[in-house]
């Protein structure tokens, strides 16, 4: 998250573009690596050398290059749409690759292969990369649920939502990365517990949920047997259902013995598995899940993580489909970063659950309806009840489409 003081707002190396002015560079050296300390970034290469010395950047707000105002004019400028468009597309690569690479990780742990820590490492790299270079995209696409992939997506999915996490708190890219690889790697032991008893609809009896709460251990020991593992990776693969006050397995620790990395793969853990299709249960809406951490608070989950995950996902992230106040729905495309209860709307369907010729609907603007009512969003609602099929929208590039706007 930036810090604003007169204009000077402190950022990630990653958010920088060309034409914003640098003010200092937030590195360990009292000489920095460039001749002025103040400078207008003017090319791409500028902007890769400054990511190689630092993580962060002081910018000056107030003056930037003509040709970031040009960009920033806009949102029909076809140059930034084309870059999103890009970016999206590189982001969805990402999340492809290295979702069927942990499914193929899993798989081979499950038939007895050893684990390739370095392949697990580098997907873990990519995927902060990516959520440093467009947070938004990547947040989307842990949204958008696949049936029939739950243990690999989930596992990507956690380990994005814990970037996520881990950017808000400010996180180093190599802590990022660490916190990455723990996500990836946390339920690796569920590759031990017998798939019938993993794919159970109904609930499990006694001992089938002993033995599938044994997936923790089965965990430790799967990542203590494998080459150049990093010790939080084990500790988090162990712990990451133990609970704030003790309440948890598998040894019922509190929060004086339980790591940070644990505790935050622990909310979005959570989080990933409330609201996602189970082959027992439905998943629940996103501000269902919200409510179900918050109220977890100090009791299952550190409090701060709650909030800031709560901050850096926001209140309707992108992806979600909601029912608005006057009956029409519509899929959540683009948060407001100053108003989280207003983001940007694509309007699918109109009060009556008809569909309509898609349109854009900025909740910010302060739009009524066709009753002159103010427009805001009543509940976030399932695709499946209304028939949309929100795979095609992302398939489709429809996430980073211009459309007209509701006037």
């Known amino acids: 998250?930036?810090?604003?003081?007169?204009?000077?707002?402190?950022?990630?190396?990653?958010?920088?573009?060309?034409?914003?002015?640098?003010?200092?560079?937030?590195?360990?050296?009292?000489?920095?690596?460039?001749?002025?300390?103040?400078?207008?970034?003017?090319?791409?290469?500028?902007?890769?050398?400054?990511?190689?010395?630092?993580?962060?950047?002081?910018?000056?707000?107030?003056?930037?290059?003509?040709?970031?105002?040009?960009?920033?004019?806009?949102?029909?400028?076809?140059?930034?749409?084309?870059?999103?468009?890009?970016?999206?597309?590189?982001?969805?690569?990402?999340?492809?690759?290295?979702?069927?690479?942990?499914?193929?990780?899993?798989?081979?742990?499950?038939?007895?292969?050893?684990?390739?820590?370095?392949?697990?490492?580098?997907?873990?790299?990519?995927?902060?990369?990516?959520?440093?270079?467009?947070?938004?995209?990547?947040?989307l696409l842990t949204q958008l649920k696949y049936q029939n992939k739950y243990t690999a997506q989930h596992s990507l999915n956690v380990c994005i939502l814990a970037i996520l996490l881990g950017r808000e708190l400010k996180f180093s890219v190599e802590e990022l990365n660490n916190i990455g690889l723990c996500a990836l790697l946390h339920d690796i032991g569920k590759m031990k517990v017998p798939i019938e008893i993993l794919n159970k609809p109904g609930k499990l009896d006694g001992d089938e949920l002993e033995i599938m709460r044994r997936h923790v251990e089965f965990g430790r020991d799967i990542l203590l047997a494998a080459p150049n593992i990093v010790r939080d990776a084990v500790d988090v693969a162990y712990c990451h259902h133990e609970h704030f006050a003790g309440t948890g397995y598998p040894r019922g620790i509190d929060r004086t013995e339980l790591s940070t990395f644990s505790k935050i793969v622990a909310v979005a853990d959570a989080y990933d598995a409330i609201t996602s299709d189970r082959v027992y249960q439905k998943g629940r809406p996103h501000v269902m899940a919200l409510d179900i951490l918050i109220k977890g608070m100090n009791v299952e989950f550190e409090a701060d993580f709650v909030i800031q995950f709560i901050n850096c996902i926001g209140y309707y992230p992108q992806g979600n489909l909601v029912e608005l106040s006057s009956g029409e729905?519509?899929?959540?495309?683009?948060?407001?970063?100053?108003?989280?209860?207003?983001p940007t709307v694509l309007l699918l369907l109109d009060e009556n659950k008809k569909a309509v010729k898609e349109r854009i609907l900025d909740l910010a603007l302060e739009l009524t309806d066709i009753n002159k009512v103010p427009y805001e969003i009543k509940q976030?609602?399932?695709?499946?009840?209304?028939?949309?099929?929100l795979l095609k929208f992302y398939d489709e590039g429809k996430f980073s489409q211009n459309y007209p706007p509701v006037l």
């Open 380 to 389: 976030i609602v399932h695709a499946q009840d209304y028939g949309i099929d």
């Open 329 to 342: 729905i519509g899929i959540v495309v683009e948060q407001n970063k100053n108003d989280r209860l207003k």
């Open 1 to 139: 998250m930036s810090k604003r003081k007169k204009g000077i707002i402190r950022i990630h190396v990653y958010e920088l573009r060309i034409g914003m002015c640098v003010c200092r560079l937030e590195t360990p050296e009292k000489k920095p690596p460039f001749l002025f300390d103040r400078f207008d970034i003017k090319t791409q290469a500028d902007i890769q050398a400054i990511q190689a010395v630092c993580d962060y950047v002081f910018i000056d707000s107030q003056r930037q290059h003509e040709s970031t105002a040009v960009i920033a004019a806009g949102k029909a400028d076809s140059r930034k749409q084309l870059n999103l468009v890009r970016s999206f597309e590189q982001s969805a690569r990402t999340y492809q690759q290295t979702g069927n690479l942990i499914k193929t990780v899993m798989d081979d742990i499950r038939f007895g292969s050893p684990l390739s820590v370095k392949a697990v490492k580098e997907a873990a790299a990519q995927c902060v990369d990516k959520v440093l270079e467009n947070s938004d995209a990547m947040l």
